[in-house]
């Protein structure tokens, strides 16, 4: 018999209600994840409109495709692949913008939050190493996990984390961390 | 300093992060409880979103203009120019207007220099000065339009460079003002700000700007009569028709008209999207002589018809011809619809500097031929063939030996520029990329990235324009 904890029960009926349509269940399940999304936008992304657009398409685009979730308790780790996907949209389309900006010293984007310096450097870290990273990271995902959601092998997430690592080791130093 | 081990490094990255971003900031969660309300209200659809969508991507490319006009005002601005090897804007001083209109208000003193029309696109440059630090980024996003008095709205980008101890900023704002707009007048009535405008040659735009800043705006009135005219490009703006269609590619993809101008080129066209996607081409364009037209920006527009149907009104930019230009060579290519993502893997095999050199995909499929490096004038041509055209740039060329980037696409090297200088030869299907080094004598690897599982190049399905 699988036993479910009255959190993952609440969760699983939440999610269940919002595929049926109940758009107050929709509704809760994106404020649940707020800030889940955000870092996740936040680690790949850098300028705020495209976080704002990425998370923008994501929340419609989730409610658009729920029915096609298959196990409610996945939710979250499909809400992130969907927004995933549309950050790496808005990546490749906007790959010449990110070129210019290293390379004319152009600002084309601002943060007014302070302290963000680890952010910064996985923002900094190549697409590939960046999206593994921020999944790593932020959502605390398994090296299982993540292969699968990426669709690529264990053994490439535990290499591109090797490479990451070495990658921030360089970019924070570990004394400041 | 004795090195963390990884579990160790993990949970205090980990930690650090979550404690960088430990709230939403407040600007996402109103855009985040805007989209969740239109949901509620029934009156969202993905349509409208790709509207957006599309329409910030041509925001997104626009933003790496850089302001050559700019150069000449403000030294500073000149040094950032050096860096700026792009071609892009190297005719615009020519076609540039001197205004030097200051509005000040809240402490913001902000300039209008430099204006430039070609009848497709309206290029502001600017500088505002505080005699604070500016913390914000100084765009103005939710400013009001008016072109002779009449309200309207248009897709718009723009760039800058805080300088003088972040004290000036100094940018630009594109404006798709486009009086060959194909966009039917009943859809700009019905679904634009301000519906339909007529563009004249000249008029008055009026910039009304009530707020400066996107995260924490400074409020204030900053308003502009702006006098715009496309005087310069008289003569030199030509629209033609054209019957392309590529309904086997995207659901009634058909292009209608080609625009060009000292600046820009234009085609404009209408496709259908389901439900699902906003299914957008791209191209990599060609003129008769071989040289690449870079691709500027992408734009589309559409709603859902009485029939269910989505039309979209699509327009996709490019740099302006060259003066001798006959003819294009547009060659389609679109991102794969599939949710797979990261599949993006370099392919590395060693340069035959004798002979060809083929490179695979992971799949086993041939993915581009070396078929010749050339030494000529103390430079290195590289010819290649391949399904992925120029999308196959940039390549990387390794000295094995010294471990020399000789063409580097990984830090330093332009990806852009290699795309720029890349050359097509339509009768052999044949590029060539040159490298200011020579590469002779020695052990060398090639390096490129696999584009084949994340873009789909149509060759088959390549057409050409008469220009003249």
């Known amino acids: ?177 | 300093m004795i090195e963390l081990n990884d579990d160790l490094f993990d949970d205090k990255i980990r930690k650090k992060l979550k404690d960088e971003i430990n709230c939403v900031p407040n600007d996402i969660n109103q855009k985040i409880d805007s989209t969740l309300n239109k949901i509620n209200k029934k009156r969202f659809t993905i349509k409208k979103a790709c509207c957006i969508l599309v329409s910030c991507i041509g925001v997104t490319l626009l933003l790496g203009m850089a302001m050559p006009t700019y150069t000449s005002n403000i030294p500073i601005i000149g040094n950032i120019f050096k860096m700026f090897t792009n071609k892009i804007y190297e005719n615009y001083d020519e076609y540039a207007s001197d205004l030097n209109i200051t509005k000040e208000s809240s402490g913001l003193k902000m300039t209008i220099d430099k204006v430039v029309y070609d009848e497709v696109q309206l290029s502001i440059f600017y500088t505002i000065e505080s005699e604070k630090e500016i913390q914000d980024t100084p765009r103005f996003p939710g400013a009001k339009l008016r072109i002779n008095g009449k309200e309207t709205t248009f897709s718009a980008g723009g760039t800058g460079k805080l300088m003088n101890d972040n004290k000036t900023f100094a940018g630009s704002i594109e404006y798709n003002v486009s009086k060959h707009n194909s966009v039917p007048k009943e859809f700009q009535n019905e679904h634009l700000l301000g519906g339909y405008v007529e563009i004249p040659d000249k008029f008055v735009l009026n910039l009304d700007i009530d707020e400066i800043g996107l995260d924490n705006p400074i409020k204030g009135t900053w308003n502009f009569n702006i006098p715009v005219s496309s005087e310069k490009v008289n003569g030199k703006v030509n629209e033609k028709e054209c019957d392309i269609d590529l309904s086997n590619i995207v659901s009634g993809y058909h292009i209608n008209k080609i625009i060009t101008t000292p600046l820009n080129t234009v085609i404009q066209g209408t496709r259908m999207d389901d439900e699902e996607n906003a299914d957008r081409l791209s191209f990599a364009v060609f003129d008769n002589k071989g040289r690449y037209i870079k691709n500027k920006s992408e734009e589309a527009v559409g709603d859902k018809d009485k029939d269910g149907n989505y039309i979209m009104y699509f327009s996709n930019g490019f740099k302006e011809i060259y003066d001798d230009t006959d003819y294009l060579t547009f060659i389609p290519w679109k991102y794969k619809n599939n949710d797979s993502h990261e599949t993006e893997n370099n392919i590395t095999e060693k340069l035959n500097l004798k002979g060809e050199t083929k490179l695979y995909s992971s799949d086993g499929k041939e993915y581009m031929t070396i078929t010749k490096v050339n030494i000529e004038d103390g430079k290195t041509k590289i010819y290649y063939k391949s399904r992925y055209g120029v999308n196959a740039a940039p390549i990387e060329i390794v000295d094995n030996k010294t471990g020399e980037n000789i063409i580097s696409f990984n830090e330093d090297y332009n990806f852009e520029e290699q795309k720029e200088a890349t050359t097509y030869n339509a009768d052999t299907d044949e590029y060539a990329i040159t490298c200011d080094k020579e590469i002779k004598d020695g052990d060398y690897s090639v390096k490129t990235i696999d584009k084949s599982k994340s873009i789909e190049v149509y060759g088959d399905e390549k057409f050409t324009i008469k220009i003249k």
């Open chain 1, 1 to 177: 018999m699988e036993l479910i904890s009255f959190f993952d029960y609440r969760k699983k009926s939440t999610v269940s209600k919002a595929k049926k349509g109940d758009k107050e269940a929709f509704l809760a399940l994106i404020d649940e994840n707020r800030l889940n999304i955000y870092r996740v936008a936040r680690g790949i992304l850098k300028d705020t409109v495209d976080i704002e657009d990425a998370i923008q398409n994501t929340i419609i685009k989730s409610f658009q495709k729920i029915n096609s979730l298959k196990q409610d308790e996945y939710f979250r780790t499909w809400l992130i692949k969907i927004l995933i996907n549309e950050c790496t949209q808005i990546l490749r389309k906007g790959k010449r913008v990110t070129y210019l900006s290293e390379n004319s010293d152009t600002e084309i984007y601002n943060d007014s939050y302070e302290n963000i310096d680890l952010t910064k450097a996985i923002n900094s870290l190549s697409e590939e190493l960046r999206v593994t990273t921020v999944l790593f990271y932020f959502e605390d995902m398994s090296t299982k996990d993540i292969a699968k959601l990426l669709k690529i092998s264990d053994g490439t997430v535990r290499s591109r984390l090797t490479r990451a690592r070495t990658k921030l080791r360089e970019i924070m130093g570990e004394v400041e961390i």
